[in-house]
């Protein structure tokens, strides 16, 4: 389709701009994916439902898509900059665990999580490790003009190339202050192309080098995989707010140094800002890590967390809280309820659903404002001069761009039981029908009891709930 000009917000330039591809048969993004040595936190999750909603509307939006998500298995410092000890290393010398497993284990909970956040599969998901052969080429090939050697490895002299930073808005002593010193740098900003093995250690990933053995730096990985799979210049590279400041104009130092131009790689760069928690009850004060599957633990489903995400512009910062989560799980058991109620509606004459999907267009083209979108999709579904089996036409729409799997999804499926629940969901419909029996017995001492019994096994039962949801797990 064609509709509303599609605008994006350009990190580089700090400004919207119109979005015209390189290449209009097959459009191009590059997506900083996850260290794997942990399971995802949620805030991060945050980024690949920032990155499939780009994804979502381009392709709805007649774009062919060539989407990148890389996989970091090496090279990420427990600091974003060239400080601390290889994040692999470190969970694989606390765990006692091979670092190769550990890998392989937490990349496939990550591709879980995906799938949990109906987050599309990209064109690729290529492994750092399988790149180290062109790395060390990209090192070679910049070496002469743009690095330096130290005890400890390769480094990159950030003074040799033009407007370093600019991407962080030239805020170099902001940049330089989360950047620990390493002695024989000529520069607080330089950065580590390859890391050299210390005399005496022996990491589980390290490989031969002209710089001696040991592992490449994290930003190089980015810009080997952008330009192996996307082309020296590709259309959009997404991340992290984060990265703006230190790791992406890394990944554009070497970029030019490698090209021997200004160009950056990617025409766009745009960031989704953080998760944050202002209450101080984010999980950490009970030692548990904010991951998805410990939001299913607590009853909540997967795609509750992508709706409260999709409630804020991608480049606002997102409140998390409890009650902010169980917010937004009513909201989607609403519209999962309005679906179902269209469904059961015979079709006749009616309105049309084109204003619906022009002002779906209008919100998700205006730099993928989500924010604006649900409403529209809200008074589509609640409009009932629409003929129903028009608004359930249209659902698809609105389901290709949000990706909250309003064609599919079902009340059953919304009932996640929290793991300390014991009791099953049928010996719950078992007790209801009994329950129902003995109100319409007007037996209601034996309904209170059953109401109680419930009660005390953790359900709530919801008399009266105009979602006709009926009961929940509450423990």
């Known amino acids: ?27 191009r993004v590059y997506s900083c994916g996850p260290t794997v040595y942990h399971y995802a936190h949620i805030g991060n999750l945050r980024a690949y439902v920032f990155t499939d909603t780009l994804s979502r509307v381009l392709t709805w939006k007649g774009f062919p898509l060539t989407h990148v998500i890389n996989i970091t298995d090496v090279g990420h410092l427990t600091s974003d900059a060239d400080a601390g000890d290889d994040k692999m290393e470190a969970a694989a010398r606390a765990s006692g665990r091979d670092i190769w497993e550990i890998s392989r284990h937490y990349t496939a909970a990550f591709k879980r999580n995906l799938v949990d956040l109906n987050i599309r599969e990209p064109s690729r998901f290529p492994l750092a490790t399988d790149h180290v052969a062109e790395m060390i080429e990209w090192g070679q090939a910049i070496e002469a003009k743009h690095c330096y050697r130290l005890d400890d490895g390769l480094y990159f002299d950030t003074t040799t190339v033009p407007d370093y930073g600019a991407l962080a808005g030239a805020a170099d002593d902001a940049a330089a202050g989360r950047i620990d010193a390493v002695a024989g740098k000529r520069h607080p900003q330089d950065f580590a192309i390859w890391r050299t093995t210390p005399a005496g250690e022996t990491r589980q990933m390290e490989w031969d080098s002209p710089w001696g053995r040991g592992a490449p730096g994290w930003h190089l990985e980015c810009s080997v995989m952008a330009a192996k799979y996307l082309g020296p210049s590709f259309d959009i590279h997404t991340g992290g707010i984060d990265h703006r400041e230190i790791h992406h104009p890394n990944e554009i130092a070497q970029n030019q140094a490698h090209c021997g131009c200004a160009d950056t790689g990617a025409t766009f760069w745009m960031h989704n800002n953080f998760l944050v928690d202002r209450t101080g009850k984010m999980s950490k004060s009970s030692g548990e890590t904010l991951t998805l599957d410990l939001l299913v633990s607590r009853g909540f489903h997967p795609l509750a967390y992508r709706l409260m995400c999709l409630q804020a512009h991608y480049r606002s910062e997102l409140e998390f809280s409890w009650e902010n989560l169980a917010a937004a799980q009513v909201r989607l058991k609403r519209l999962v309820h309005a679906v179902g109620a269209l469904r059961d509606r015979p079709a006749k004459p009616g309105a049309t659903v084109t204003a619906y999907l022009e002002q779906l267009d209008a919100a998700v ?60 969901a049928d010996e719950v419909e078992l007790r209801l029908a009994q329950r129902r029996e003995a109100r319409a017995a007007k037996d209601f001492p034996r309904s209170d009891a059953i109401r109680d019994g419930l009660a005390a096994a953790g359900v709530e039962v919801m008399d009266g709930d105009p979602l006709g949801w009926d009961w929940k797990v509450t423990l």
């Open 1 to 27: 389709m064609t509709g509303a000009p599609l605008t994006f917000y350009n990190s580089l330039t700090r400004a919207t701009e119109r979005f015209v591809p390189i290449d209009p048969g097959n459009v």
């Open 365 to 424: 083209s205006d730099d993928l404002n989500t924010a604006r979108a649900l409403p529209v999709l809200d008074a589509m579904l609640a409009d009932k001069k629409v003929s129903p089996p028009d608004r359930l036409a249209a659902l698809a729409d609105f389901d290709a761009v949000l990706g909250l799997g309003l064609t599919k999804l079902t009340r059953e499926a919304l009932r996640v039981r929290p793991a300390a629940a014991t009791i099953t």
